[in-house]
């Protein structure tokens, strides 16, 4: 925060950073999730802002983080849903208890 600006009007704040060419626009999103090599970063209840200056976006995303070891991917979600019929939540739960194994998360939701 810039000192001296904490009790300033909002959209007077606003005004500013237009005048010095940063333009923040509010973002509804119910969850946003990082996506990872080795796991994601889930961040439920967020605060979204898009900010652009000069030409370049940035995100600030405010909201409650946690962390996910998943083994797989949204696409083995898609294929293990597929295969059997069964909802995401149902195919991703099987990945999670099959360490990621596709074959065997098929296996567990048909059998």
Do not use: C
Not at 12 to 18: L, N, P, T
Not at 77 to 89: D, H, I, Q
Not at 93 to 109: M, P, Q, R, W, Y
């Amino acid at each position: 925060m810039i000192p001296g600006l904490g009790g300033m009007n909002p959209k007077k704040m606003a005004g500013m950073m237009k005048q010095l060419g940063i333009n923040q626009e509010e973002i509804e999103a119910d969850r946003v999730v990082i996506e990872r090599v080795d796991g994601n970063i889930i961040i439920e209840n967020p605060s979204v802002a898009k900010i652009t200056l000069q030409g370049k976006v940035s995100w600030q995303i405010v909201g409650d983080v946690s962390e996910s070891a998943e083994s797989f991917s949204e696409a083995d979600v898609e294929l293990v849903a597929e295969k059997t019929g069964r909802s995401a939540e149902e195919a991703r739960a099987a990945l999670e208890e099959s360490n990621g194994e596709v074959a065997e998360a098929i296996l567990k939701l048909r059998g």
